[in-house]
């Protein structure tokens, strides 16, 4: 199945596997999940199903409290998954989607927002060397060096790596392992980091590339 889950980073921890293998894991939160629109390609010209999670949220407009209150849904954050044709089409507004539509051992793929840190340089920023830490650099320990060419082109080229606001923008990790599942709880342990900060909404979709356990 091609749908996925809007997930609430929860924190990182470790779980040991049946061979006492330590694995460093981050638990990921969906519940609250309900299906808030089906989409076809009669009316809209594809397959999709737009899910929502539920949150309290004091900053909703008029026209998203009239789309909730229309659909008889608590109102939440939306994401949107297209649909194979593969996929079953029995989906109804409201039906609660949990943990169960992943299996352990799934590989997905995490859409999320990375922490913002501000101004940084080149070396925090982009992994940039260090110059010479001796009496014969005048304070330039840490800066970028030689940015630009001679009079041709006589410019900066568009993209170059300097310094500037790191973080806080929106990555995907993909083909990370399922390890461990709570369905009860609807909380799902995945393998390696994912982006954000705890408390942060994720996005998750079975992985686009195939990728062997």
Known sequence: MSIGLIGKKSGMSR???????????TAVSVCGNFIADVKTVEKNGYN???????HKSNNLRKSQKEFFKKINVEPGSLA????????ENNFEIGNHLTAEIFEVGQFVDITGTSKGKGYAGVIKRHNFAMQDATHGNSLAHRAHGSIGQCQ???RVWKGKKMSGHMGNV???VQSLKIVDMDVENNVIYIK????GFN??????????????S
Not at 15 to 25: C, I, N, R, T, Y
Not at 48 to 54: E, F, G, L, Y
Request: zero cysteines; glycine letters at 8%.
């Open 15 to 25: 779980l040991f596997l049946e061979d006492g293998e330590s694995v460093p894991v």
């Open 80 to 87: 949107e998954f297209k649909l194979e044709e593969s996929d």
């Open 199 to 212: 408390g942060s909404e994720l996005k998750i979709k079975p992985s686009i590339k195939s990728k062997s």
């Open 170 to 172: 929106q990555k995907t």
């Open 192 to 195: 390696g980091s994912v982006p």
């Open 152 to 154: 041709t082109p006589g």
């Open 48 to 54: 999709a199903i737009v899910i929502s999670k539920t």
